[in-house]
């Protein structure tokens, strides 16, 4: 019977077989070396890929960045038209009544074109003052003014910012920023236990009337900021000249200079008093 089979296969075919089985470990080898060394030749593929495509990325966002920042003048100008953070001095402390303090800290608005509204107090040391609502129009460098505060306090902080950019900022400043301080004088108290005076006259000379008008009032000693106070004149009309007598509390030096400093932002609609017109006299 098994002659018979054999009897089946060409000289060939049993030469292959016997060959295959003689070879099989051998073979075997040879295929397991040639799927380990196309492993490592697709994993180096791919690594290769994914090294050559970071490179590529990377050099691909910088010239991005260059095509869009360095030589797009109109991109580059949007960019910088951006307003500039607020630039803040460290805060000055003056002695106060009770115990209490006045802080002032100097605030600089370099923008040309925006208004900063803004909430701010001043902080440090475990104490916080009032939080109060600021303003500051376009290059502007004005004081922040906490008056009577208890603690000692180190850092001005400002937050809640927002921003607003104003059409044509200068012409609007000059045609409704228009005060004039006349006649100002300090009367020093004569008697003790009574106030000085700060005496002046405001007069409104813009073509609007104001429903609030605050006006910030400092006193100088020897080149330097020995006291402030701050009051707010209520309905400044067009025109108007108003006297005003604010008392002053507190022992003072002698003094060599007065500041007094309409406080205004001119460009807030809410503020401005609606023009009346005047009746017409009957022929």
């Not at 922040?144 to 200068?170: F, H």
């Not at 006259?201 to 701050?230: E, H, K, R």
Request: proline share 4%; charged share 20%.
């Amino acid at each position: 019977m098994l002659k018979d089979q054999t009897q089946n296969f060409t000289d060939q075919e049993l030469k292959f077989s016997y060959w295959y089985i003689t070879h099989k470990l051998l073979l075997r080898r040879i295929f397991i070396i040639f799927l380990i060394a196309t492993g490592f030749l697709i994993w180096f593929f791919v690594i290769w890929q994914l090294a050559f495509w970071g490179a590529y990325f990377q050099l691909e966002q910088y010239q991005i960045k260059k095509l869009i920042f360095n030589d797009n003048p109109g991109l580059t100008a949007i960019d910088s038209a951006r307003p500039r953070p607020l630039q803040i001095s460290d805060p000055l402390a003056l002695a106060g009544e009770n115990d209490r303090r006045d802080y002032l800290a100097e605030v600089t608005n370099g923008n040309d074109s925006w208004l900063a509204v803004f909430d701010y107090t001043f902080d440090g040391g475990g104490s916080q003052t009032r939080s109060k609502q600021g303003f500051i129009l376009p290059t502007e460098k004005k004081f922040l003014v906490s008056l009577g505060a208890e603690g000692n306090v180190s850092t001005l902080k400002i937050s809640n910012v927002s921003w607003q950019r104003l059409v044509k900022a200068q012409a609007v400043y000059e045609d409704r920023y228009r005060f004039k301080i006349e006649n100002d004088k300090f009367l020093a108290s004569q008697q003790a236990g009574e106030p000085s005076q700060l005496v002046f006259d405001i007069t409104n000379s813009s073509p609007f009337s104001y429903w609030q008008v605050g006006v910030q009032m400092f006193l100088y000693s020897g080149g330097n900021i020995v006291s402030a106070d701050y009051l707010v004149l209520e309905q400044l009309k067009s025109g108007e000249k108003r006297l005003v007598a604010f008392n002053w509390s507190g022992k003072l030096p002698r003094l060599s200079k007065i500041e007094i400093i309409p406080e205004v932002n001119v460009f807030d609609e809410s503020n401005i008093m609606p023009q009346t017109v005047e009746p017409q006299a009957s022929q």
